[in-house]
Structure formats: C-alpha cells, structure tokens
Nanobody, 116 residues
Framework: QVQLVESGGGLVQPGGSLRLSCAAS????????MGWYQQAPGNQRELVAT???????NYAGYAKGRFTISRDNAKNTVYLQMNSLKPEDTAVYYC??????????WGQGTQVTVSS
C-alpha cells in the first residue's frame, strides 16, 4: 500500500504559476505509474499528466506546453509545475499511483483556483 498527500494548491491569478507536490509514504521507484488528475465541479475526474517509473511522460492536450510533471525518487515525490494558468484550470487536483500487484491509490486532492 501507499498513502499519497498532495500539497501546493491555492488561489492564483490568471497567467500565474503553481507547483503541486505529491508525497508518497514509501519509495516510489517501484511504482509503475504516477499521475495527476483534475476534477472540476460537476465534471468527471480527468487526466492531466502521467509519468512512468522510467520517466516517460504523457499529457492531456490542454496541459501540453503549460504543465510539467516530474518525479524525485529520492524524495518519494511527484510534482506538477503549472504555468500560464487559466480560469478553466480551476479544479481539485488528485495524485494517483499504480502499484503492480497492489492496486491503484489516490490522494485526498488539493484545490487550485485561478481567478482575478
């Protein structure tokens, strides 16, 4: 099992930046995939970006060029750098881990609000 704790959300003006962090309770090197998902009110949870244990990344179309996912295995942490934020990026952002032989785990989420 693994517990995930997100942080770094908050209120930011359009065009601003935030860096989200997802701290895992155990070493993440063996975790197959980790990723960030967003869920706006009334919407389904949807992919933002994922990163494999070997560092390969995948982004939703709206995130390409603005968001960057990265992982620091030594710190058991995955990051999401978000730049050029727009009001439509407002959502709760969740961290997800896929652990082979164990299952899929989610954090509790962190709120991001983009507003002037």
């Amino acid at each position: 099992q693994v517990q995930l704790v997100e942080s770094g959300g908050g209120l930011v003006q359009p065009g601003g930046s935030l860096r989200l962090s997802c701290a895992a309770s155990r070493g993440i090197f063996s975790i197959q995939d980790m990723g960030w998902y967003q869920q706006a009110p009334g919407n389904q949870r949807e992919l933002v970006a994922t990163i494999t244990r070997f560092g390969s990344t995948n982004y939703a179309g709206y995130a390409k060029g603005r968001f960057t996912i990265s992982r620091d295995n030594a710190k058991n942490t995955v990051y999401l750098q978000m730049n050029s934020l727009k009001p439509e990026d407002t959502a709760v952002y969740y961290c997800k881990a896929v652990v082979p032989g164990s299952g899929i785990y989610w954090g509790q989420g962190t709120q991001v609000t983009v507003s002037s």
